[in-house]
Each structure stands twice: as structure tokens, then as C-alpha cells.
Nanobody
Framework: QVQLVESGGGLVQAGGSLRLSCAAS????????MAWFRQAPGKEREFVAA????????YYLDSVKGRFTISRDNAKNMVYLQMNSLETGDTAVYYC???????????????????WGQGTQVTVSS
């Protein structure tokens, strides 16, 4: 029902910025809660940021608050993650995820999400 494709990753120096994009297809996108997760080498996948279907609510991992901003443009079927003041600890593969069936939004829980993108690599150098 929903297909997600991430882009925008790359290599950046600490303190720099990147904007990740998630292009969504599927009729249910505009009613889907969306999130970004990441997985660093040797670590489990972790929640980074989430946004509800309307864009009126956003949630963040504590360590990225004030640095990252999640946003969406439903007219364009796009979700973004603006990442500023990047740190080496942000190095990971970043995944876009969609929750199409939630009545309550357990935003930080990976099993909440029904669809996942392929991931985009973000590497932050010191």
C-alpha cells in the first residue's frame, strides 16, 4: 500500500548539516504517521523522530532535540529530516517508516510501523 524511498544521506563533517528526504507513494500516505529511525554499526535500530499525519505533532529522541527537525509535505507525499549540528554519534543508516493503522501513536516503537524504506547512509566525520 505504501512505498518509501529515502535519499539525502552522505558524508559530512561534524557540525555540518544534511536534509534527508522520504518519498512516499500510496493512497494512505496523507493519513499515515511517519517516523525516522536509525541503525548504527553494532547497535539496534533506534527511534529518531516522528510526526503525526497532519504535521501538527512531532516527537524526538532526546539526543537530537534542538538539532533535528522532522517535517512533512502531504501535497508532495514527502517527509523530511533536517539534521543540523551533526555529531559523530549520528552516524547510522537512517530509515523512513510509516504507520498506517494506529489509533494511538506509539511513535518510538519500531513495531508500530507498517512500512519501511531501504535506508540512506549518514556518516559524520570528526
Amino acid at each position: 500500500q505504501v512505498q518509501l524511498v529515502e535519499s539525502g544521506g552522505g558524508l559530512v563533517q561534524a557540525g555540518g548539516s544534511l536534509r534527508l528526504s522520504c518519498a512516499a507513494s500510496g493512497r494512505t500516505f496523507v493519513t499515515s504517521n511517519m517516523a525516522w529511525f536509525r541503525q548504527a554499526p553494532g547497535k539496534e535500530r533506534e527511534f529518531v523522530a516522528a510526526i503525526n499525519w497532519s504535521g501538527g505533532r512531532a516527537y524526538y529522541l532526546d539526543s537530537v532535540k534542538g538539532r533535528f527537525t522532522i517535517s512533512r509535505d502531504n501535497a508532495k507525499n514527502m517527509v523530511y529530516l533536517q539534521m543540523n549540528s551533526l555529531e559523530t554519534g549520528d552516524t547510522a543508516v537512517y530509515y523512513c517508516a510509516a504507520d498506517i493503522d494506529s489509533s494511538t501513536f506509539r511513535y518510538s516503537s519500531a513495531p508500530t510501523y507498517d512500512y519501511w524504506g531501504q535506508g540512506t547512509q549518514v556518516t559524520v566525520s570528526s
